[in-house]
T-cell receptor, first 115, second 108 residues
Framework: NAGVTQTPKFRILKIGQSMTLQCAQD?????MYWYRQDPGMGLKLIYY???????DKGEVPNGYNVSRSTTEYFPLRLELAAPSQTSVYFC??????????????FGPGTRLLVL | GQSLEQPSEVTAVEGAIVQINCTYQ??????LSWYQQHDGGAPTFLSY????GLEETGRFSSFLSRSDSYGYLLLQELQMKDSASYFC?????????FGAGTTVTVRA
């Protein structure tokens, strides 16, 4: 299994440009997440999805959009990029069944620089 | 909402024991997780406590007291490769909320 994959690894955007960060998982996980991590900080949840067709906002959703048409893919869209969106973006997935324990598996991250 | 507090930095020598405390406030609580992140890497899962008590996984142990809204991660027999950031995370019904992380530096 490849686990959670993310593309691109690194990107430079100009202010006002748009882009889509790709995320895919091959573990048949029902939950998927997008986080951003600023230097020296923890992870902030942007959006999450509990299954195909269902998404919900996290702590910092402004300036982002997501969709989840299939179990495997969970792209994150940045519209009108701003310098404040310079960060490292992590996608994660997990399986939630009946037990409370949940392990999130993270992708390698996308480093985004907005100039 | 959730808030978590953990120390920002800890430094110790190889072979030592380090305890990273985490206190939390949450509107709904399912359990406390710990993740490790090496510099430039992705977070990886270390442990989970859903019930009070101690969970042991090799050199790492994690403890939870739900009544005190408190937990800790214990790193024993520290090795250079344990130099990393460690995050506690509170799970509620829908998501994880992460603390700001504790940077552990292991010196020779």
């Amino acid at each position: 299994n490849a686990g959670v994959t993310q593309t691109p690894k690194f990107r430079i955007l100009k202010i006002g440009q748009s882009m889509t960060l790709q995320c895919a998982q091959d573990m048949n996980h029902n939950y998927m997440y997008w986080y951003r991590q600023d230097p020296g900080m923890g992870l902030k949840l942007i959006y999450y999805s509990v299954g195909a067709g269902i998404t919900d906002k996290g702590e910092v959703p402004n300036g982002y959009n997501v969709s989840r048409s299939t179990t495997e893919y969970f792209p994150l869209r940045l519209e009108l990029a701003a310098p404040s969106q310079t960060s490292v973006y992590f996608c994660a997935s997990s399986y939630r069944g009946d037990v409370n324990q949940e392990t999130q598996y993270f992708g390698p991250g996308t480093r985004l620089l907005v100039l | 909402g959730q808030s978590l507090e953990q120390p920002s930095e800890v430094t110790a020598v190889e072979g030592a024991i380090v305890q990273i405390n985490c206190t939390y406030q949450t509107s709904g609580f399912y359990g406390l997780s710990w993740y490790q992140q090496h510099d430039g890497g992705a977070p990886t899962f270390l442990s989970y406590n859903g019930l009070d008590g101690l969970e042991e996984t090799g050199r790492f142990s994690s403890f939870l007291s739900r009544s005190d809204s408190y937990g800790y991660l214990l790193l024993q027999e520290l090795q250079m490769k344990d130099s990393a950031s460690y995050f506690c995370a509170v799970r509620d019904a829908s998501k994880l909320s992460f603390g700001a992380g504790t940077t552990v530096t292991v010196r020779a």
